[in-house]
């Protein structure tokens, strides 16, 4: 197949390109920056400059390569710009969904989120609505998602995968990364707010399964959802870092999700089962 990858040289597209082009696939990057071309080069794909801001730079790339599939791991959470990765979600979507039904494609794979969901008890499955309700910053995260799930709903067979919260290389759990930082600093506190993890390598392995995968939602994250006051301290002792403080609240949407229908109905199986062996003991 020939496929059109939107956020090519980010934390999944970087894992993700070698292993689709090792699976057979034409392969199609972009990127908003020059110098980054040759990263996607170098990988064995086509490169394209264009910025998912500007449609019809998105509508001539689509146009040029003619894809049977769009992947769209786009996000600007490696800068931590929120509100530019809302936009991502928002605008950006529109731009390549509204290109990509233009030209005919008919798949498209795109990046969510499993901690949108609305507050409950236990792990949430697909079947739970996401949290229109929610109020406060919260909101300006759900609305990001809603909008990006119901634009890709638009294009025939789509699949939304809903990751688990990024660890492993050019993540925040890096030694050096933006969550080690905070907690060196004593800025993160463990509560009883639940997580469910994900390595890149497995969110990688996911996208590329899904190119066979039907359409709608899936949670693609490891097996054991955790408290803050399981993991954190682990991590930080992990790093060398103080014990954080810890406290007995958490917010009512922290559940984290279930992994039982990637699991049972795709046959899909994390490479990396567990943030307790492979979180805790990757950070050296």
């Given amino acids: 197949m020939k496929i059109f990858v939107a956020g090519a040289t980010g934390v999944v597209g970087r894992l993700l390109l070698p292993k689709l082009i090792r699976a057979g696939h034409e392969v199609i990057g972009i990127t908003q920056r020059e110098g980054k071309k040759s990263i996607i080069e170098k990988m064995g794909a086509q490169a394209k400059l264009a910025d998912v801001f500007d449609r019809q730079a998105i509508r001539s790339a689509l146009e040029d390569s003619r894809p049977d599939v769009i992947i769209h791991q786009?996000?600007?959470?490696?800068?931590?710009?929120?509100?530019?990765?809302t936009r991502i979600r928002i605008e950006g979507t529109r731009n390549l969904v509204d290109a990509a039904l233009a030209v005919g494609v008919q798949r498209i794979i795109v990046q969510s989120i499993c901690w949108a969901y609305e507050p409950g008890e236990g792990p949430a499955t697909?079947?739970?609505?996401?949290?229109v309700s929610a109020t406060g910053p919260r909101k300006t995260t759900i609305d990001g998602i809603l909008a990006l799930e119901k634009a890709a709903s638009?294009?025939?067979?789509?699949?939304?995968?809903?990751?688990?919260?990024?660890?492993?290389?050019?993540?925040?759990?890096?030694?050096?990364?933006?969550?080690?930082?905070?907690?060196?600093?004593?800025?993160l506190p463990a509560t009883e707010g639940?997580?469910?993890?994900?390595?890149?390598?497995?969110a990688a392995e996911a996208a590329l399964s899904a190119l066979q995968w039907p359409s709608g939602p899936v949670n693609i994250v490891d097996d054991e959802p955790a408290k803050g006051s399981d993991w954190l301290p682990l991590f930080a002792q992990a790093l060398g870092a103080p014990v954080p403080e810890t406290f007995s609240n958490r917010n009512d949407w922290e559940?984290?999700?279930?992994?039982?229908?990637?699991?049972?109905?795709?046959?899909?199986?994390?490479?990396?089962?567990?943030w307790r062996t492979s979180f805790v003991g990757g950070v050296k």
Wanted: hydrophobic share 30%; glycine share 8%; charged share 20%.
């Fill in 154 to 187: 638009e294009i025939p067979q789509h699949v939304i995968l809903r990751y688990g919260m990024f660890y492993g290389p050019g993540t925040w759990y890096e030694p050096n990364g933006f969550m080690a930082e905070q907690v060196f600093e004593q800025k």
């Fill in 255 to 274: 559940r984290g999700a279930s992994n039982a229908k990637a699991r049972q109905q795709y046959g899909w199986k994390p490479l990396y089962p567990t």
């Fill in 74 to 85: 786009l996000t600007s959470l490696s800068s931590r710009n929120f509100s530019d990765n």
């Fill in 126 to 131: 697909e079947e739970v609505p996401l949290h």
């Fill in 194 to 202: 639940v997580t469910s993890f994900l390595h890149v390598e497995d």
